[in-house]
């Protein structure tokens, strides 16, 4: 064990990630008491970048992508607790990053040229994205969703995929996928422009208060 100077105790014979705040996450026996939303997380997502960082202009982050996301749902549906599933649909990716499916997708390919497999990649990613999740949703104070609420989740999230294509993104070379291409684009108030990583942070947590009343604070 290491006493690391700001008093966190470290095990460094497992896996851990040093976070923005400068804490020791354990990456191997983590809970909600290691979630830090309003710092660590809303910090890191807000230096995230959506789509690779593949954006012209300013980068646009997991964090705005959520917020935004999160008030198109609540202003389409009039249900907060939707609106505070989709603000926490992705901050996993504090921890685990934003993969992007045609790179997720690549590594399965791998996966079966190598091994002859087809799953393994995307089952440990999932696995991986389920501890997150329960721990976050613990830490925000959110029960787990149940299937029709993740469906929603999901179909939104793809929504807002392909009103960031068209706001964000160069005219794309070919084909997303039908679920993509078909999806209904959200209503936006204007033109979707990425924000300064102050806004974002910001922002994110006016919603935290506002959607997840009972969120832990560190």
Same mark, same amino acid.
């Given at each position: 064990?290491? #006493?690391? /100077?700001?008093?966190?105790?470290?095990?460094?014979?497992?896996?851990?990630?040093?976070?923005?705040?400068?804490? !020791? &996450?354990?990456?191997?026996?983590?809970?909600?008491?290691?979630?830090?939303?309003?710092?660590?997380? =809303?910090?890191?997502?807000?230096?995230?970048? +959506? &789509?690779?960082? *593949? #954006?012209?202009?300013?980068?646009?982050?997991?964090?705005? *992508?959520?917020?935004?996301?999160?008030?198109?749902?609540?202003?389409?549906?009039? %249900?907060?607790?939707?609106?505070?599933?989709?603000?926490? *649909?992705?901050?996993?990716?504090?921890?685990?990053?934003?993969?992007?499916?045609?790179?997720? @997708?690549?590594? =399965?390919?791998?996966?079966?040229?190598? &091994?002859?497999? +087809?799953?393994? #990649? +995307?089952?440990?990613?999932?696995?991986?994205?389920?501890?997150?999740?329960?721990?976050? $949703?613990?830490?925000?104070?959110?029960?787990?969703?149940?299937?029709?609420? $993740?469906?929603?989740?999901?179909?939104?999230?793809?929504?807002?995929?392909?009103?960031?294509?068209?706001?964000?993104?160069?005219?794309?070379?070919?084909? $997303?996928? %039908? %679920?993509?291409? @078909? =999806?209904? /684009?959200?209503?936006?108030?204007?033109?979707?422009? !990425?924000?300064? #990583? =102050?806004?974002?942070?910001?922002? &994110?947590?006016?919603?935290?208060?506002?959607?997840? /009343?009972?969120?832990?604070?560190?």
């Amino acid at each position: 064990m290491t #006493v690391h /100077p700001s008093g966190f105790v470290i095990d460094a014979s497992k896996p851990w990630q040093q976070t923005i705040s400068g804490r !020791a &996450f354990p990456l191997t026996a983590f809970s909600a008491l290691d979630i830090d939303l309003y710092g660590d997380v =809303a910090e890191s997502l807000a230096r995230v970048c +959506r &789509f690779g960082g *593949h #954006v012209p202009g300013n980068a646009y982050s997991v964090l705005q *992508h959520s917020v935004v996301g999160a008030d198109a749902a609540l202003e389409e549906t009039g %249900d907060a607790l939707l609106a505070a599933y989709f603000l926490a *649909h992705d901050l996993h990716e504090h921890i685990i990053g934003d993969q992007t499916t045609p790179v997720v @997708n690549w590594l =399965a390919g791998i996966e079966l040229e190598t &091994f002859g497999s +087809r799953d393994i #990649v +995307r089952t440990v990613l999932a696995i991986a994205k389920s501890k997150l999740d329960w721990a976050i $949703w613990r830490a925000a104070g959110l029960p787990q969703p149940g299937k029709t609420y $993740w469906e929603r989740v999901k179909e939104f999230d793809v929504r807002m995929l392909a009103t960031e294509r068209r706001h964000l993104l160069m005219q794309p070379p070919a084909s $997303w996928g %039908d %679920d993509v291409e @078909n =999806a209904k /684009p959200i209503r936006l108030r204007g033109k979707l422009t !990425a924000w300064p #990583v =102050a806004k974002a942070v910001e922002e &994110f947590r006016i919603r935290l208060d506002r959607l997840c /009343p009972n969120a832990r604070r560190m």
